[in-house]
């Protein structure tokens, strides 16, 4: 009897330590391989999380982790309860690594701007560090959510997750890859006042695959300071420029930039403005898996015939009540056609 009941409690202990309850034992681990394909080796799920990058802490919240998250970068403001967690820095090059592992993390998640002697420091002290890529990139957006969902032990929703964003993108490439050059519209992208993006940036990839013609696509530089000459000489038909990425998503915000745009007198002879084919969005709207309406919104400004059926807004809807669990506020493209 005693030999039995023995043999019963440890077996149970051992269930226990194996699920992380016994006190003392080790959290279970994988090994994953990250952005600079380095084999890191944290928990799963770690409970605290020191997260310096704004695309990594939107997803470790989509995965449930909101809770986890310890320490965060300046820009890690959405969803919005980040605001409330503690800043280690104002992005990944600057990060203090005095106050993050002050934090006592399980893990530290960055990007590829983090200093290789800072990730250094922070994992000679023993915390590992993952890094991910970029939070405007399609294909760096996929695999951010898949490796952040292995991390956070939710394979399932990353998979539903990539699969949304996955089904838009196809729809977008279907609408679009067959059109002939003289059906893609000339786009001019700015990003700053006459700071536009070339061949090899994310903002050019997006355009192509809206279906533009990016007209600083050939530049020499990735991100050239052009002209307002230059401009009018490739005389775009379509403009897409942004507002400030810290400011709040309104109407007013966006259509006071779209006037600025309208009236300044560099520009004021392009095809663009003179057809009033000039849009506006908030930079939020590109960032992480919300990325898709930024594509859908470009889709349709630059090929209204061919997404008549599409309302990016009603994407962006759905994705926030089923992956962040929030209802849509402000707004983050205008004019909305």
């Known amino acids: 009897m005693n030999v039995k009941f023995s043999g019963f409690v440890l077996i149970s202990l051992m269930l226990l330590s194996c699920l992380g309850i016994v006190e003392g034992a080790e ?9 600079m394909n380095r084999s890191v080796e944290v928990p799963c799920p770690p409970e605290r999380i020191v997260s310096t990058t704004a695309s990594a802490s939107e997803l470790i919240s989509i995965f449930g982790g909101m809770d986890n998250i310890v320490g965060r970068d300046e820009y890690s403001t959405f969803p919005p309860v980040l605001e409330e967690k503690p800043v ?43 890094i991910v890529g970029m939070n405007c990139e399609l294909d760096s957006i996929i695999y951010n959510i898949r490796v952040i969902g292995e991390m956070m032990d939710d394979q399932e929703k990353a998979e539903e997750l990539t699969g949304f964003i996955q089904g838009y993108v196809d729809l977008i490439q279907e609408r679009t890859r ?4 003289d059906e893609k519209p000339l786009v001019y992208h700015e990003c700053r006042e006459y700071k536009s993006n070339a061949a090899g940036t994310p903002k050019d990839e997006h355009i192509n695959l809206a279906g533009g013609i990016n007209i600083a696509h ?21 403009i897409v420029t942004r507002v400030s990425g810290t400011d709040p998503a309104t109407e007013e915000m966006l259509k006071a930039k779209r006037d600025e745009i309208l009236s300044r007198p560099g520009l004021k002879e392009t095809s663009a403005v003179q057809n009033g084919e000039v849009y506006v969005y908030h930079p939020f ?9 930024y594509l859908l919104y470009m889709g349709k400004w630059f090929h209204p015939d ?4 599409v309302d990016p807004a009603a994407v962006e809807k759905e994705m926030l009540e089923k992956f962040y669990g929030m209802e849509m506020e402000g707004t983050w493209a205008y004019p909305e056609i």
């Open 285 to 293: 709207l590109r960032r992480g898996p919300r990325l898709v309406g």
């Open 27 to 35: 959290a279970e681990t994988i090994t994953i391989v990250d952005g």
């Open 218 to 238: 050939d530049e020499s530089v990735e991100r050239p300071i052009v002209s307002a000459e230059w401009v009018l000489e490739n005389d775009p038909e379509i």
């Open 88 to 130: 280690v820095g104002s992005y990944s090059k600057t990060t203090n690594v005095e106050l993050a592992l002050d934090l006592d993390p399980d893990v530290v998640i960055s990007d590829t701007s983090m200093l290789p002697e800072t990730i250094e420091q922070i994992e000679d002290a023993g915390v590992p560090v993952v």
């Open 306 to 309: 061919l997404f008549e059926d």
């Open 178 to 181: 067959d059109l002939d050059e």
